[in-house]
Every structure is written in structure tokens, then in C-alpha cells.
Nanobody
Framework: QVQLVESGGGLVQPGGSLRLACAAS????????MSWYPHAPGKERELVAG????????NYADSVKGRFTISRDNAKNTVYLQMNSLKPEGTAVYYC?????????????WGQGTQVTVSS
């Protein structure tokens, strides 16, 4: 059974930091690209950070470049999102995504999300 379990969310003041974690099970983690998608009320879910399975390269939304860092530990089947200098507009439920595309099938898994609230 595929599972993605996010943790690490909470309430933080503007300018503060949080580290999110997403523990994966039920699939071969190292073969999947991993990403984080915040979903704020009234807005669409959008990618802020991604990490590929092939060479570990990363990509970030312009809004978080220099502040957020995505990393993965294939031995622990876990992907992380270090968030620094958080802003109130960063308030959202953060979802972990695992994705793999093959010539015959696409695989796309989501976690249940973890709430991040940036407020003074």
C-alpha cells in the first residue's frame, strides 16, 4: 500500500523556519521524482520545489528561491523541505507528491498534507 506521510508543519512567525518531512512507503522511492505543493485557501495547488530521481537535480518556484531547500534521503525513503525566511503568504497546506512516468504508465501519489501557518 502506497503511503506518503507529511510532518513538521505548524505555526511560525514571519521570518522563521520550518522543516517538513515526507516519509514514503509502498513503492520504490529512489525511482520517483519528489515534490512539494502548497495549497492555500482560494488558490490552486502549485509546485514550489521538486527533486528528480535520475540525477537529484532540483527546481524551485521563483517565489521561494534562496529560501527553500528540497532534499531527499533514499536510504530513509524521505524527502524534506527546509523553509527559511517564511512569509505570511506561505500559509498553506503543504502536500508531498511522488511521480514517475514510464512508457506504459504514469504513477502519481499524494500525501494527506501538513498545515503551515505563518503569522505573528
Amino acid at each position: 500500500q502506497v503511503q506518503l506521510v507529511e510532518s513538521g508543519g505548524g505555526l511560525v512567525q514571519p521570518g522563521g523556519s520550518l522543516r517538513l518531512a515526507c516519509a514514503a512507503s509502498g513503492f520504490t522511492f529512489s525511482r520517483y521524482g519528489m515534490s512539494w505543493y502548497p495549497h492555500a485557501p482560494g488558490k490552486e495547488r502549485e509546485l514550489v520545489a521538486g527533486n528528480t530521481s535520475i540525477d537529484g537535480s532540483t527546481n524551485y518556484a521563483d517565489s521561494v528561491k534562496g529560501r527553500f531547500t528540497i532534499s531527499r534521503d533514499n536510504a530513509k525513503n524521505t524527502v524534506y523541505l527546509q523553509m527559511n525566511s517564511l512569509k505570511p503568504e506561505g500559509t498553506a497546506v503543504y502536500y508531498c507528491n511522488a511521480r514517475r512516468r514510464t512508457s506504459y504508465k504514469d504513477y502519481d501519489y499524494w500525501g494527506q498534507g501538513t498545515q503551515v501557518t505563518v503569522s505573528s
